[in-house]
């Protein structure tokens, strides 16, 4: 895995960016916006189609190389003054060499007319790195999902149907690398029907190829000093070309949901207040159930909980949706007030032994300085401001957040309606729709239902046989001293610690596997304080650790729900039994794909098993879920999506059943 670099630039005398690694421009040298709105937002007919949509409706947009940004802002502009109330603009463009914040702002500020676009830009253009990165823009009418690396990489990963492509990118000659027949075929297995493009070139091998895939180009007049441009549109997969792979039935997408928009969520932590803002950003009318008085009071409870990033180096599924998810949580809590509901601190983790210093090491190399950075051991003191005994690995973009406040703002959105003292017992289908009844009373009913109760989603037929496993936790709340207040960053050994909020650091956490009782425990605030006398002998000498006693010590204990693969459950769910029948044949062959549709249990979906790492990993799934329901861009991944899918423990289990039949 190569690191992402930035994009290097040179500006010239009027202030317009130029590549160094490709020698070209990054928009025509005469007017970049009208070039820009006349190859790619009238070519693909983007007014009319604007104007065409219906509250409710969404048009898809892929473009290979995101550069400034201005063709972006250029849709979204157009958009704005063209498309009513209640629709939707998806963006998903490609770019294998991100521009800088700094270099970003500075491009766009060529283009005063765009700022009120640009500026929501550049508010949430954090922490963009390798890989997906969805950006939620205008409250959710605009999406953008960058997909960050070489478009040859990053495309064959995409799940989307696409309306309409612009074809940017370096001109062809400067960029020969990536106008290639892989790359137009991969348009065209995204292109949805009817899919139109258009490009800045003319050049007949480039028509040629983008014919060959299955589009037919028209050249028609250029524009400024570019003679002829082409556009197109996406004629079907050609014959003789061998079709691209189907995804598997048992993680193909299930049908689009056409009836009422309505859904119930039901938990009211992490993961059912981002289930339930997805869900309401795009219209939905969602009905969050929570058995408690009020939302996250279980996991999702605690003051503080770390922005940790426990990544691979080698760029597993899990990595790759640490990394996604990072960036879309951190993007989201720029709406949440800084020093009270979150902060931004950095994160510095410990190499407290050889073998996390050598993983550290192989990060450092994996992954761009933005990200994370290898600091010795005085740097790491610096940047923590308390005494040290190791280096580490210092993720500048991290930080803490108080969970409750991320529920909060996300269950406030317009469309949720919270309703606290539901415990659901029972979910029953009746006709199309799903009731939830707590005994003999009815709560709430709708076509759809998300089940997000972490490890008390098996309580539900439809989800008991899931490998959830619950893990007591607790943490410790240590007051602040005047000594502490140094402490500048959260720091992570086997435990961690964070800057004070409201005069209190928390401490955290124990794993505890085999207690039920959520009582906190004297002999964990014990363990917690050996955690903390790991990480800094010195904070806890400024804590006053040693005059603490254990069973005098505050704080609280919740369960994390876990998968036996660390990664969340999030998708569609299907009937077990059903399931089992359809795709025996995997039995006895494990490397056959039966071509039986899924037996789906219409309109029931999940979201829990966030272990550890709930702030990372439940926002983004929550847009996952999103996707799935929406027949949107998927956020992540198909292979990670997949690797996230409810349907993967049945499929593992069949294979299994095979292994242990044909082993000797
Ligand atoms: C001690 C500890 C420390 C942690 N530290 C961190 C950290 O530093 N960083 C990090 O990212 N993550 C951390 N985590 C993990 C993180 O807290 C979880 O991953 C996250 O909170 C899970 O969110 P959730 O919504 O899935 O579950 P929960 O927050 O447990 O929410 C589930 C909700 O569903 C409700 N519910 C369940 N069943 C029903 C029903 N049938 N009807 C109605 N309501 C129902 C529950 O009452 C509960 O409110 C920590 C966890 C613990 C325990
Ligand atoms: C002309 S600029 C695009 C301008 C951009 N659409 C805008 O609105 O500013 C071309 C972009 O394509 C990116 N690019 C070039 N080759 C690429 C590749 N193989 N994969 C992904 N992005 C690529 C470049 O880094 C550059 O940002």
């Known amino acids: 895995m190569n690191p992402v670099t930035h994009a290097q630039l040179d500006w010239d005398d009027q202030g317009r960016p130029h590549s160094r690694v490709f020698d070209d421009v990054y928009f025509s040298d005469q007017s970049g916006l009208e070039e820009t709105r006349y190859v790619f937002l009238q070519q693909n007919r983007l007014q009319e189609r604007f104007a065409a949509l219906p509250a409710g409706g969404r048009l898809v947009i892929g473009e290979t190389g995101f550069g400034t940004g201005l063709n972006f802002l250029c849709a979204w502009q157009l958009f704005e003054q063209h498309a009513v109330a209640g629709a939707r603009l998806h963006f998903v463009s490609v770019e294998k060499y991100p521009l800088s914040p700094v270099d970003l702002q500075r491009a766009l500020a060529l ?31 605009v999406t953008l999902t960058l997909l960050i690396g070489d478009a040859l990489e990053q495309l064959p990963q995409l799940d989307a149907q696409i309306d309409a492509w612009f074809l940017d990118g370096f001109a062809p000659a400067k960029n020969p690398e990536m106008w290639t027949a892989e790359l137009f075929a991969e348009l065209a297995r995204l292109a949805a029907p009817g899919s139109t493009i258009s490009t800045f070139t003319s050049t007949g091998w480039v028509r040629r ?11 028609t007049p250029g524009i400024g000093h ?38 119930l ?14 869900l309401a950003a795009r219209g939905w009318q969602v009905s969050l159930l929570e058995r408690h008085d009020g939302l996250a009071q279980e996991a999702s409870g605690n003051p503080q909980g770390v922005l940790y990033l426990k990544l691979s180096a080698h760029g597993t599924a899990l990595s790759q949706m640490i990394v996604s998810g990072f960036g879309h949580t951190r993007r989201l809590l720029e709406h949440l007030q800084r020093g009270v509901d979150w902060d931004g601190c950095g994160v510095l983790q410990l190499g407290f032994n050889a073998k996390e210093a050598e993983r550290q090491a192989k990060l450092a190399e994996a992954f761009a300085p933005a990200l994370l950075q ?19 690995l210092f993720f500048p973009e991290g930080g803490w957040v108080h969970p409750p406040a991320l529920c909060q703002w996300q269950a406030s959105q317009p469309g949720i309606e919270v309703h606290a003292h539901h415990d659901v017992l029972e979910l029953r289908k009746v006709g199309a729709q799903w009731q939830a009844w707590d005994g003999d009373r009815l709560l709430a009913s709708a076509p759809v239902v998300v089940l997000a109760g972490a490890a008390e989603v098996k309580r539900f037929a439809a989800s008991a046989e899931l490998p959830l496993k619950r893990i007591r936790g607790q943490i410790t709340r240590l007051p602040q001293t005047a000594d502490s207040q140094a402490l500048a960053t959260v720091v992570c050994a086997e435990g961690y610690v964070a800057p004070a909020r409201l005069g209190e650091h928390t401490l955290g956490a124990s794993f505890d596997f085999n207690n039920d009782d959520l009582t906190p425990t004297a002999a964990e605030h014990a363990g917690n304080l050996e955690l903390l006398q790991e990480i800094s002998p010195d904070l806890a000498q400024r804590l006053h650790a040693a005059d603490l006693a254990a069973d005098t010590l505050e704080g609280r204990a919740a369960f994390r729900c876990t998968s036996p693969d660390y990664l969340p459950i999030v998708g569609p769910l299907a009937d077990t039994l059903a399931f089992a029948r359809a795709y025996d044949v995997l039995r006895k062959d494990a490397r056959h794909t039966p071509q039986a549709t899924c037996p789906w249990l219409d309109g029931l979906y999940l979201n829990s098993g966030h272990g550890s790492r709930g702030l990372i990993t439940a926002p983004l799934s929550g847009e996952l879920l999103a996707a799935w329901l929406d027949n949107e861009p998927l956020p992540l991944p198909r292979s990670v999506a997949e690797a996230c899918h409810p349907n993967r423990f049945a499929v593992r289990a069949l294979v299994r059943s095979n292994v242990a039949k044909t082993a000797p």
Not at 117 to 133: K, N, P, S, T
Not at 226 to 247: C, D, H, N, Q, S
Request: glycine letters at 12%; charged letters at 20%.
């Open 111 to 141: 283009w005063p007319e765009l700022a009120p676009f640009a500026e929501q830009l550049l508010a949430q253009y954090i922490a963009i790195h390798q890989g997906f990165q969805r950006l939620v823009l205008d409250n959710g009418r």
């Open 209 to 219: 190829l983008i014919n060959a895939a299955g589009f037919k180009m028209k050249r």
């Open 226 to 263: 570019k003679w002829e441009i082409l556009r197109g549109e996406f004629l079907g997969w050609p014959a003789e070309t061998p079709a691209p792979v189907a995804a598997k039935p048992w993680f193909a997408r299930p049908p689009a949901h056409n009836g009422k928009r309505h859904a």
């Open 265 to 278: 969520v039901i938990g009211g932590g992490l993961a059912g207040c981002a289930s339930a803002a997805s």
């Open 374 to 392: 290898l600091l010795d051991r005085d740097q790491a003191q610096i940047r923590a401001g308390v005494g040290l005994e190791h280096g580490g």
